[in-house]
């Protein structure tokens, strides 16, 4: 089973569509009894005493890196073990990532954390593949058409296909990582999507977008 069989099997236990479950699915799936009972809500039994808008303030002080995580367009007709391609139109897939981190050197993985409610992830699950472009100082406003729902968020982006999934890489930016989905596991109200790369590279001549207390921000020059 390819990494798309595998990532459909993820669809169907995180309540995204009816697949028919692989013989032998490689990727570790979110059990049913494990998924929130509102989408983009966590279990009551997993919520702290804590104000969200406190929450926010003080993690706003961690400042991170952007990034644009991207699928390639659905294959014509049913996508893989029969899930139709979902609404969205027919194009690549992509939204604005905040949350992103390398997890392992060997194997080489990375991971992205996504929201349940998000729209995009179904169909970046369904691909099976995905790249994460690491933006560069002077994409906010890139960012910012990644961070919408609804639009043709690549209207008018240049970019090309990375070399093993094929997931737009956009041009501009500092670094991109080219992946399969290895897992998914639940944490709260978004998914933990684990990656393992499988190719990647820099342009070596910009610096990052930065992202620090609700701001974009860029390093000062040394």
């Known amino acids: 089973m390819g990494h798309a069989g595998a990532a459909a099997a993820a669809v ?44 926010r303030r003080v993690l706003g002080n961690f400042a991170s890196g952007v990034t644009v995580v991207t699928a390639p367009a659905p294959r014509d007709g049913p996508g893989p073990a029969g899930v139709p391609v979902p609404e969205g139109g027919p194009g690549p897939a992509g939204f604005a990532c905040q949350s992103f981190a390398s997890l392992s050197l060997d194997p080489p993985l990375v991971c992205f954390m996504v929201g349940r409610a998000s729209t995009t992830w179904p169909r970046i699950a369904r691909a099976g593949v995905f790249c994460v472009n690491v933006l560069g100082a002077g994409q906010d406003e890139l960012c910012r058409a990644f961070a919408v729902s609804g639009a043709d968020k690549f209207a008018g982006v240049a970019h090309d296909p990375a070399p093993v999934s094929g997931a737009p890489r956009l041009a501009g930016a500092v670094a991109w990582i080219d992946c399969a989905v290895h897992a998914v596991h639940t944490g709260g109200d978004h998914l933990i999507v684990v990656g393992r790369v499988t190719a990647l590279g820099t342009d070596g001549t910009d610096r990052p977008l930065l992202f620090h207390r609700g701001r974009f921000a860029r390093l000062a020059d040394d």
């Not at 009816?18 to 049913?32: E, F």
């Not at 509102?38 to 808008?53: H, L, Y």
């Open 12 to 55: 169907r236990y995180l309540g995204h569509g009816p697949v028919k479950p692989p013989a032998r699915p490689r990727l570790r799936c979110v059990p049913a009894d494990e998924r929130a009972p509102e989408a983009g809500r966590a279990p009551e039994d997993e919520r702290a005493p804590v104000d969200p808008a406190e929450f």
